[in-house]
């Protein structure tokens, strides 16, 4: 939550699971539904998964990248990878007239991050 009561999301350079000032910061504008990982009810979501092709993991595990910056699951003060398994964001935002607006964030296996969003049609694009 940032000083103005608006959800932000940052990356955490430095080590210890907070924000610390100088972090990449992005501000999230009301009203947007986050949910992390599958089940999120997009449209074509179970066919824009399948068609990455790889697993993802948990909708509880929060990504996190080891020291060769491949995405992995943080436990114990141990992050290990994965293999073959991504992890997915998924953002909806309703519009003035009831009309809801898709985007998801996705981190590959292999650690790159990609920005997608949904036409009205429900095909997903990748930006």
């Known amino acids: ?3 103005n009561n608006a959800t932000g999301y940052y990356v ?3 080590p210890g ?7 990449p910061l992005i501000p999230i504008d009301q009203p947007v539904t986050i949910s992390q990982g599958t089940g999120a009810g997009a449209p074509g979501e179970a066919g824009f998964e399948a068609g990455l092709g790889y697993g993802f993991a948990a909708a509880a595990v929060v990504p996190s990248f080891n020291a060769r910056g491949l995405p992995c ?3 114990a003060g141990i992050c290990a990878q ?3 398994v991504g992890f997915i964001i998924f953002m909806k ?3 003035n007239v009831g009309d809801d607006h898709w985007a998801a964030v996705v981190v590959t296996p292999s ?3 990609q ?5 009205t049609a429900g095909n997903w694009i990748q930006r």
Do not use: E, H
Not at 17 to 23: K, M
Not at 115 to 119: A, F, G, Y
């Open 1 to 3: 939550m940032l000083s």
């Open 12 to 14: 955490n350079v430095q």
């Open 17 to 23: 699971g907070t924000y610390v000032v100088g972090d």
């Open 73 to 75: 699951s943080p436990a």
């Open 82 to 84: 994965n293999a073959g």
């Open 93 to 95: 935002r309703t519009g």
């Open 111 to 113: 650690g790159r991050a």
């Open 115 to 119: 920005v997608w969003t949904c036409d």
